[in-house]
């Protein structure tokens, strides 16, 4: 798990296998780090790519839940990524701060892969975000952590 900074740079999210018993997980590699089902961090009105890449036996595809975005890059499970292929996602975050989550959304398999593991948040950062932060004094990954 962790924040993966996901403006400014390129990100690959990798659907596979996890552990045991038919777990699943997207994961990610940036900064000498590995991720799993990382948080990913994007200012409002930035720009983010990413490339998923399905390594599962069967289609997948990343659905942005909430983020306001156009029909290609939504991932609704109209264009499925089959497995070994991938797909790169580009997107300008439209949405102000605020707590957001992805997870595939294949048609007829949604909930499967989703209960089995593959889903992640996303947070969504903005001035108003930051200065409530400092207000509050919270600091992400030691006095704020999202249940």
Known sequence: MGRLAARGRPVVLRAAPYGRD????FSARADGRDYVDPTLVAGSGSTVAIRL??????????HWH???MDTANDGNGEALIGPDSSFDYTFTVRNRASLYWYHP????RTAAQTYRGLFGLIAVE???EAKLRAALSLVPGETEIPL
Do not use: F, I, Q
Request: charged letters at 30%.
């Open 53 to 62: 890449e399905n390594r599962l036996d069967e289609p997948t595809v990343a």
């Open 126 to 128: 903005d001035d108003d």
């Open 22 to 25: 038919g777990a699943l997980a």
């Open 105 to 108: 959304h294949p048609h007829g």
């Open 66 to 68: 909430g983020l306001t």
